[in-house]
């Protein structure tokens, strides 16, 4: 089958020439194994770390001369599993190939993907692990309550349109967001039902926030770090609550030391900060597929995604998302 591989580790920031399109032999299907046909493959800044050697992941890192791996949708073709039938949609970790052998306990939504109540993108994106860091992130690590100001930082991005969505439905009163340029911030106002929007490239986000929360806010859903981090702490209300959720700004070299001495602002407030990694949750999965899918049907939350064509593209896909190029969720989509 045609993968992506890493070509070397990259010496900075990631350059097209660090991947390739190489063929890789498929096994044989093994009892309980499935051979699937991507369809879809999620982008994620989380590859940005795993393309290094020596920084510390919560999965493994990637090999130079091997193929890359990530979350996948795609279509069971041959099946040596009774309970997954062929023509049946999963999920699974083993993106950036055009076709996948696999257990078949290491997919899931197996039976679940439903193409009728949501298009295939829309269960890697809201339906998917991006929506569900969301909602993890928002209702059991920030405990958003009705009433709340809400601010979110990358909140044109996957995680973030979905978080300023479903921080309206838990309640919010009122839902800040932060994104890179005029359009972006355009499309969180009129897409996403945000109340207002920051760009953080034209204002320093502290300015923007005395501005726009005047009062000052009660959860900073985190997807970046940095500077906007040390922004957040100034704007929250004694008390307040923090969700770290993503460090985008620490990729490329900015790293936030001096923000660090803001931290002072989270003993004098009693502020709550605590990071969490989504797959520690999976207890919350069903009540969280459950919402999101009523608030799908209803109209309430937009799904929206960038979408790639081609597993050539699809290293040009990684690059354009660490440089911001998405709105929603940023997928590789394979040819049929
Ligand atoms: P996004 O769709 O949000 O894409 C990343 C965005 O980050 C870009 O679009 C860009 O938006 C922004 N960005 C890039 N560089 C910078 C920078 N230097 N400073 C500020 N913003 C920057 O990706 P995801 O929604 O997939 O992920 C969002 C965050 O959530 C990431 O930090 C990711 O690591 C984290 N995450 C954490 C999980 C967990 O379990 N804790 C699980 C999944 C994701 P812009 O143009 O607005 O700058």
């Known amino acids: 089958t045609r993968v992506v ?15 390739a399109l190489a063929e890789h032999p498929l096994p044989p299907l093994g009892e309980g194994q499935l051979l699937v046909r991507n369809l879809y493959m999620s982008v994620d800044p989380s590859m940005r770390g795993r393309l290094e050697s020596t920084e510390k992941h919560y999965t493994h890192n990637f090999t130079p001369g091997s193929p890359l791996d990530g979350r996948a949708l795609g279509i069971v073709e041959e099946s040596r599993c009774a309970s997954v039938p062929p ?5 699974h970790q083993l993106g950036w190939r055009e076709h996948a052998v696999l257990d078949a306990a290491a997919t899931d939504g197996a039976g679940r993907i ?4 949501a298009p295939l993108p829309t269960w890697l994106g809201l339906l998917g692990q991006t929506g569900f860091t969301a909602y993890v992130g928002l209702t059991r690590i920030a405990e958003v309550r009705p009433g709340d100001t809400v601010l979110v930082s990358a909140a044109a991005g996957a995680v973030g349109s979905a978080a300023g969505q479903f921080a309206r439905l838990l309640g919010a009163e009122r839902v800040v967001g932060t994104a890179g340029g005029p359009d972006k911030c355009a499309a969180l106002v009129e897409e996403f039902g945000y109340d207002a929007a920051a760009d953080y490239r034209a204002e320093p986000v502290r300015e923007a926030l005395a501005r726009l929360a005047p009062d000052g806010i009660d959860v900073y859903f985190d997807n970046v770090g940095g500077a906007q981090l040390a922004a957040a702490l100034h704007a929250l209300r004694p008390g307040g609550r923090v969700a770290l959720c993503g460090m985008m700004s620490q990729f490329g070299g900015e790293r936030p030391s001096a923000d660090l001495n803001q931290l002072i602002q989270a003993v004098l407030k009693r502020l709550t900060l605590r990071g969490f990694i989504v797959r520690d949750h999976e207890d ?16 309430e939350v937009l799904a929206r995604e960038t979408v790639v064509d081609g597993l050539e593209n699809a290293a040009g896909a990684l690059l354009s998302l660490l440089g911001g190029g998405n709105v ?3 997928l590789v989509r394979l040819a049929p």
């Open 328 to 330: 929603g969720k940023m």
């Open 5 to 19: 591989r890493l070509v070397r580790r990259p010496a900075g920031e990631p350059v097209p020439g660090d991947f």
């Open 87 to 91: 023509g049946r949609y999963v999920r």
């Open 114 to 117: 439903d193409p009728e109540l």
């Open 284 to 299: 919350l999965r069903p009540e969280f597929e459950h919402r999101v899918a009523g608030w799908l049907r209803s109209g």
